[in-house]
């Protein structure tokens, strides 16, 4: 079964850069749907970005900020996130599922795999 771990979580400025990665143990992510959810203190948790096959899907939040991209051995999922808010503070989850239709792909439930959480924290 896969096992996702997140790293790559911290505490920046607002406006500041930071990348968090998932990866499997050197398994293949080339038959997955990966995305990337996240949970704000306090509140419910909230898609961020995913990729399915070689397209790739934005919360209209972070679009234009946020970059998910998976490297070539097709072994680790990145989020290049920029221009940070404090409205991006939460735990960040990685989920991975191989069947997920592209009108469920928002849906945390589609997922059935997901790692232990990298926490972002955004604070002055």
């Known amino acids: 079964q896969l096992q996702l771990v997140e790293s790559g979580g911290g505490l920046v400025q607002p406006v500041d850069s930071l990348i968090l990665s998932c990866s499997a143990s050197?398994?293949?992510?080339?038959?997955?749907?990966m995305a990337w959810f996240r949970q704000p203190a306090g509140k419910e948790g909230e898609f961020v970005a995913a990729?399915?096959?070689?397209?790739?899907y934005y919360a209209d939040s972070v679009k234009e900020r946020f970059t998910m991209s998976m490297n070539n051995d097709e072994t680790t999922v990145d989020l290049q996130m920029n221009s940070l808010r404090p409205e991006d503070a939460g735990v960040y989850f990685c989920?991975?599922?191989?069947?997920?239709?592209?009108?469920?792909?928002?849906?945390?439930?589609?997922?059935?795999?997901w790692g232990q959480g990298t926490k972002v924290s955004v604070s002055s």
């Open positions: 990729i399915k096959m070689v397209h790739t």
């Open positions: 050197g398994n293949s992510f080339s038959r997955y749907t």
């Open positions: 989920k991975a599922y191989q069947t997920v239709i592209t009108s469920n792909i928002r849906n945390s439930g589609a997922y059935a795999t």
